[in-house]
């Protein structure tokens, strides 16, 4: 089934600890992004790619890191977690820059 | 940095009609997308308005004017399943979305 798959669906995660979510996307679109979407203030992009082997960083970038090394997956690392980094975080794609993005199903984290 | 103003909850009743407002100042303007979220879910594609005026689509219609920075949403014959937020986003000069905090649409019987 085409589409957005991320992973895991939820995390309970110790600040300061590593975690990487995951996104993989088989409609074969050149654009990726990340988004964290909290409460009263939308969502909001943390790095996109706009395509293999490129990647851009958005508006809240601070504590995250990401690597495209192919057109399907697009990991999000967070080197040392900390509490303001709880959210919910959504990976998307897109076939190009100026059409409509896919939205996965999210990851719930939660970092104590 | 962008600025997207939508209200944050409306309520209407089954069979009504609601229009969801939306102005934002942008550096650039590459189109305006509107997006539907129901709780627990991801955000899903409504409609895009790149030119000035009307875009219908079956119950919902998108409108935009963009000498006045202005959207709106226009959902026809609400029905309970449209109880959702809505999600107004801006593509910026960089081509990149910014969202606003999305309109919480409660539909009552």
């Known amino acids: 089934i085409a589409g957005i798959t991320q992973a895991p669906t939820s995390q309970i995660l110790a600040a300061g600890r590593r975690m990487t979510l995951r996104c993989t996307q088989d409609m074969r679109h050149n654009a990726m992004y990340w988004y964290r979407q909290d409460l009263g203030l939308g969502l909001r992009l943390i790095h996109y790619s706009n395509t293999a082997g490129t990647t851009g960083k958005g508006e809240v970038p601070d504590g995250y890191s990401v690597s495209r090394a192919n057109t399907d997956d697009f990991p999000l690392t967070l080197a040392s977690a900390v509490p303001s980094q709880t959210s919910v975080y959504f990976c998307?794609?897109?076939?190009?820059?100026?059409?409509?993005?896919?939205f996965g199903p999210g990851t719930r984290l939660t970092v104590l | 940095g962008q600025n997207i103003d939508q209200p944050t909850e409306m309520t209407a009743t089954e069979g009504a009609i609601v229009q969801i407002n939306c102005t934002y100042q942008?550096?650039?303007?590459?189109?305006l997308f509107w997006y539907q979220q129901h709780a627990g879910e991801a955000p899903t594609f409504l409609s895009y308005n790149v030119l000035d005026g009307l875009e219908e689509k079956g119950r919902f219609s998108s409108f935009l004017s963009r000498s006045k920075g202005y959207s709106y949403l226009l959902l026809k014959e609400l029905q309970m399943k449209d109880s959702a937020s809505y999600l107004c986003a801006v593509s910026a000069s960089d081509y990149k979305l910014s969202f606003g905090a999305g309109t919480t649409v409660t539909v009552r019987a």
């Open positions: 942008t550096s650039g303007f590459n189109g």
């Open positions: 998307a794609s897109s076939d190009s820059e100026v059409n409509e993005q896919f």
